[in-house]
């Protein structure tokens, strides 16, 4: 099984329309982040979240907000869909345990398409 | 001036070749650097991480020039299963990642 799994993995909607993306993770991991990626400027950080009671923007969080439900679980809503936030959508982990050294796991990605 | 900066490529060497990446970086303070491999519409995934000078995997050679703010990524004896994209990352300030846009490596036969 997964241990980073994303729903879901693509979604067509339309403008102004409410998206709520989420993503699970059975890692243990606390630190758990947000990214889109869009041809030729890689990934983007949208949110991130060290911990449930912990939540923080990212370089990109105009347009989106984030609920971290439990140490496993952190969606990404768009209030309103707009064309320019179709992309491919990434969560990941962190265990965070040691300062120097923050690998990240990844999803599988949810791709978005707003018409 | 973007935080992590990469060529983007295309990059298109011949099985075999040795092939070498660049990624600069800005924050001087920043501790860790990472590169990360990315296989078309698939997820990133860990390739090495980068501490002090470098270090060695395999085929697989990352090098950290911090008088230069710039790390590498030195693939020797170049496999077709290679091609993929390869994206570096830097832990910077506040324990989150910046990545890099990505470079985009081709291996022909």
């Known amino acids: 099984d997964a241990d980073v799994t994303q729903t879901p993995r693509n979604r067509i909607t339309k403008t102004g329309k409410r998206i709520m993306l989420e993503c699970s993770q059975t890692?243990?991991?606390?630190?758990m982040y947000w990214y889109r990626q869009d041809p030729g400027l890689g990934l983007r950080l949208i949110y991130y979240?060290?911990?449930?009671?912990?939540?923080n923007k990212g370089e990109i969080s105009d347009g989106y907000s984030v609920s971290r439900q439990a140490q496993a679980k952190f969606s990404l809503s768009l209030e309103s869909a707009i064309p320019n936030q179709t992309a491919l959508y990434f969560c990941?982990?962190?265990?965070?345990?040691?300062?120097?050294?923050?690998?990240?796991?990844f999803g599988p990605g949810t791709r978005l398409t707003v018409l | 001036r973007k935080e992590v900066e990469q060529d983007p490529g295309p990059f298109n060497v011949p099985e075999g070749a040795t092939v070498a990446f660049n990624c600069t970086y800005s924050?001087?303070?920043?501790?860790?650097f990472f590169w990360y491999r990315q296989d078309c519409r698939k997820e990133p995934k860990l390739l090495m991480s980068?501490?002090?000078s470098g270090n060695e995997d395999g085929r697989f050679t990352a090098q950290l020039n911090r008088a230069s703010q710039y790390i590498s990524l030195l693939i020797r004896d170049s496999k077709l299963s290679d091609s993929a994209t390869y994206l570096c990352?830097?832990?910077?300030?506040?324990?989150?990642?910046?990545f890099g846009s990505g470079t985009r490596l081709s291996i022909r036969p």
């Open positions: 890692k243990g991991h606390d630190r």
């Open positions: 990941a982990t962190s265990e965070g345990t040691d300062p120097t050294y923050n690998e990240q796991f």
């Open positions: 980068v501490y002090s």
């Open positions: 924050n001087s303070a920043s501790q860790s």
């Open positions: 990352a830097d832990e910077g300030s506040a324990s989150k990642i910046i």
């Open positions: 979240s060290f911990d449930v009671k912990d939540i």
